[in-house]
């Protein structure tokens, strides 16, 4: 490959510059619905994830009532606790999460942040949001299948995700393997326009090296979901064949009721390898866009630089390698060699090295920062130490003599919410509260804002503190009830009633949330184009919302690095990177 | 998960190189002004795209042979006797792929009656493979290998099915582009899409050889 040269070095006209071929839609069908202006498409990966988000946290709210008060509930019984559970992991992780993320904000903020028109294939972007929608609906249409979803856990373990004393054996597993399908199949065209549109699209002096970390995190994180979610797609596929069409790819020989099933010789640990070979890379899809917005707002709303650019660049790829050969720190208990073992403990705690780098440097960061206290810095803050948190009990987690005996408690339900599932929900909100303007022109509710960010922060830790305390305690985890147990003494019924209310609480803050959302659509204050005073490109559009095509005539021309805050005797207290020179004071 | 492991290295070892070429090692805030190259790449998005495509494709290949070769280090693994018309149908794909090459190389020359001739033997040696793995599935399953028989049967059946599925997509495209250019276009509005057709072709081969030579193998 040849670097290309783009225009001269002393003075770019900018007619030498190639512009791109825009798709212009003709009618309000094209413009809003069948769009393929990745502004459009991002709040509709936006809108779905969430609305499906908020079914995750309904079922989230009826597994606790369930463990909180156990048979209270006509409408939770032994099989529908299981499917409950199976749909709030599912749903939190691939639905939300991974969709919010690389569909949300990376549809909205690739091609603005590297100053681009729209991603470089914009009729298969459309098709990723379509198939993602019908990825949803076969989901949603699980629930209303004879026998309900599937209560195979999240993981969908074979054998017995598809034998007859699971919940949803019938349809539900199958239209939850064809969800998946679909999802990856869908995941892969938006990924290839995330891939390439940073590869390819940037604006002039747009380096890499000039990228801010934002982009680096949902690039590295694209990556590694093309890589990783054809092990996904793999292990779906051939569990899809165990169950519908008889063969045995996971399915060893089995008795069940004194009846031989027709399957043998097959193999549930291979399934386990494809699962976590997608599984733990998974986390990272998730974590590392979650690690570049953080950087991104921390750097904003303390008016400094990052700390360490470069490091927090290195750190992202080498975390995002690393994520690949961990896999096995899920499988510690199959009865694998203990070698392995070792490996994979060994592995897992280097991770911690590039992590720890990062979290340094965002701390760093704020040092001598002028710090607003603005929501989006509170959650940013509150991610801080919520991945801290999660992060060390990983450590603990990641040794296989402290996991086997806790592997099946609530210690790992506790770890896992805490470091994948608060800490990157708290930079979902605060990337909300921060680009929101932007997207609408509207500024949200502060005081809701700040409502939303303290419930929501406190409870999540009066959820999942105590959590890790039932743990330690012997609670095993995936019980439907625990009864008479030795050694589960009656305080901890107690402390799930605790967690439960807590639980509530939370959920409900998310409903401020999303009234805020709406409200602020119409009554919001108005925003202006730049009320963060933030350095990056989506900030300079000449239109808010940015309109189609995203620049007025001219692609803008990037002078410098995202982070020029407070930059000695300049006027203003940040430099635009579409800026060509400091404009001194006075 | 060595098979996968492997090609996870080969990608690294992509991504490396391109890394290393793109100045890391800068230190962005002290370089103020404006920098002519961004360090993209001078081939067009549609053969980058193509190429990140044909990475996830074959992640997808590389764990399911890595699946095929995990399940067959495990006991119980009987053998698939291959049908010897594997041998021609791969010989058949082979052509299919020399034919697109041939075409790539005529698109570069600017000759579009052989362009329009080396992509209409292309498409067609490609329906012809095909059809051969259609009729090798019909060998396997009058010698008793349905698709829930054994694993070995099972694993043949999906991948090559995969594959084969993978080669129809190919000529949905490859349809396209033939019929672009019998109409009659200019060379050079077809060139890209022969170069892109060309490539899917020749990695559709590859993973083809790839998992027929660890069928002979086991």
Redesign the interface.
């Given at each position: 490959m040849v670097d290309a040269t783009i225009g001269a070095a002393e003075g770019v006209s900018p007619a030498e510059v190639e512009d791109v071929e825009l798709y212009h839609p003709r009618s309000w069908l094209t413009k809003y619905v069948f769009s393929q202006d990745a502004k459009i498409i991002a709040i509709q990966y936006s809108v779905t994830a969430m609305s499906i988000g908020y079914v995750a946290l309904v079922l989230s709210w009826l597994i606790r009532l369930q463990l909180a008060f156990p048979g209270r509930f006509s409408l939770i019984d032994a099989s529908s606790y299981y499917q409950f559970i199976t749909m709030h992991g599912m749903i939190m992780v691939i639905y939300l999460l991974t969709a919010l993320f690389l569909g949300g904000f990376g549809n909205y903020l690739i091609p603005l942040m590297v100053g681009a028109r729209d991603m470089v294939f914009p009729f298969v972007n459309m098709l990723s949001y379509w198939i993602y929608l019908l990825a949803v609906a076969v989901l949603v249409t699980s629930f209303f299948a004879p026998g309900g979803p599937t209560g195979a856990g999240w993981t969908l373990y074979p054998p017995q995700a598809i034998l007859s004393g699971t919940p949803g054996q019938g349809a539900g597993i199958i239209l939850m393997l064809v969800s998946l399908i679909l999802f990856i199949i869908g995941f892969t065209m938006g990924g290839l326009n995330y891939v390439v549109t940073v590869l390819q699209a940037r604006t002039r002096g747009m380096t890499l090296m000039r990228l801010p970390l934002t982009i680096w995190g949902i690039f590295t994180a694209t990556v590694l979901a093309l890589l990783a979610f054809p092990a996904l797609f793999v292990a779906s596929f051939l569990m899809l064949f165990d169950r519908v069409l008889g063969t045995s790819f996971f399915m060893p020989a089995i008795v069940e009721a004194g009846e031989h099933l027709k399957y043998s010789g097959g193999s549930p640990i291979l399934f386990q390898h494809l699962f976590w070979f997608f599984g733990h890379p998974e986390v990272y899809i998730v974590a590392l866009p979650a690690f570049g917005i953080v950087s991104d707002l921390i750097s904003t709303h303390a008016r400094k630089n990052i700390f360490g650019y470069r490091m927090m660049v290195w750190a992202i790829v080498v975390i995002g390698a690393l994520s690949f050969v961990v896999w096995g720190h899920h499988m510690y208990v199959s009865g694998m060699n203990p070698e392995f073992g070792f490996f994979f403990a060994t592995t897992t705690l280097i991770i911690a090295v590039p992590t720890a780098i990062k979290v340094y440097n965002w701390v760093l960061t704020l040092w001598q920062g002028d710090i607003h206290f603005t929501v989006p810095m509170l959650f940013a803050l509150g991610f801080i130490v919520t991945f801290v948190n999660g992060g060390i009990t990983g450590l603990f987690l990641g040794n296989v003599i402290v996991d086997v005996p806790l592997s099946a408690t609530m210690f790992v339900v506790a770890h896992f919410h805490m470091v994948m599932g608060v800490a990157p929900i708290l930079v979902v909100f605060g990337g909300i509260y921060h680009w929101y303007p932007k997207v609408t022109g509207r500024m949200l509710n502060d005081k809701l804002g700040n409502l939303h960010f303290w419930v929501t922060f406190l409870g999540a830790y009066a959820i999942f503190f105590p959590m890790h305390y039932l743990g330690l305690m012997g609670v095993p985890r995936r019980y439907y009830e625990l009864g008479e147990t030795a050694f589960v003494p009656p305080s901890a019924a107690t402390l799930n009633v605790f967690i439960t209310v807590a639980a509530l609480v939370v959920g409900a803050a998310q409903i401020v949330f999303l009234f805020n959302l709406i409200w602020s659509l119409f009554k919001g204050r108005s925003a202006g184009g730049n009320p963060w005073r933030a350095t990056t490109l989506e900030w300079q559009t000449p239109k808010t919302p940015p309109g189609h095509g995203n620049w007025g005539e001219e692609l803008p021309i990037v002078y410098r690095w995202a982070y020029d805050y407070s930059v000695p005797g300049a006027k203003q207290d940040f430099v635009p990177q579409n800026q060509p020179s400091v404009q001194r004071a006075g | 998960?060595s098979i996968?492991?492997l090609f996870?290295a080969v990608?690294?070892a992509i991504?490396a190189w391109?890394?290393s070429?793109?100045?890391?090692?800068?230190?962005?805030?002290l370089?103020?002004?404006?920098?002519?190259?961004?360090?993209?790449?001078?081939?067009p998005?549609?053969k980058?795209?193509l190429g990140?495509?044909l990475?996830?494709v074959g992640?997808?290949f590389a764990?399911?042979i890595s699946?095929f070769l995990?399940?067959m280090d495990?006991?119980?693994w009987p053998l698939l006797p291959a049908p010897k018309l594997l041998w021609l149908n791969t010989g058949v794909l082979v052509s299919s792929s020399v034919a697109l090459h041939s075409a790539q190389l005529a698109a570069r020359r600017g000759n579009i009656a052989r362009v329009r001739s080396s992509l209409l033997a292309g498409g067609l040696l490609a329906l012809a493979f095909l059809a051969g793995q259609l009729a090798a599935w019909r060998i396997l399953m009058a010698a008793g290998y349905f698709?829930?028989t054994?694993?070995a049967a099972?694993?043949f059946y999906?991948i090559s099915g995969l594959h084969g599925l993978h080669v129809l997509g190919g000529l949905v495209a490859l349809g396209g582009v033939t019929d672009k250019a019998w109409r009659g276009v200019d060379v050079s509005q077809v060139r890209l899409n022969v170069e892109l057709c060309a490539m899917y072709w020749h990695f559709l081969l590859l993973v083809w050889l790839l998992f027929f030579g660890l069928l002979l193998l086991a």
């Open positions: - | 998960m996968t492991i996870l990608i690294a991504a391109w890394l070429q793109q100045r890391l090692t800068a230190k962005p805030w370089e103020e002004g404006p920098i002519i190259a961004t360090g993209a790449s001078s081939l998005a549609a980058i795209g990140v495509f990475a996830v992640s997808v764990l399911f699946a995990m399940r495990m006991a119980e698709l829930a054994d694993p099972a694993f999906v």
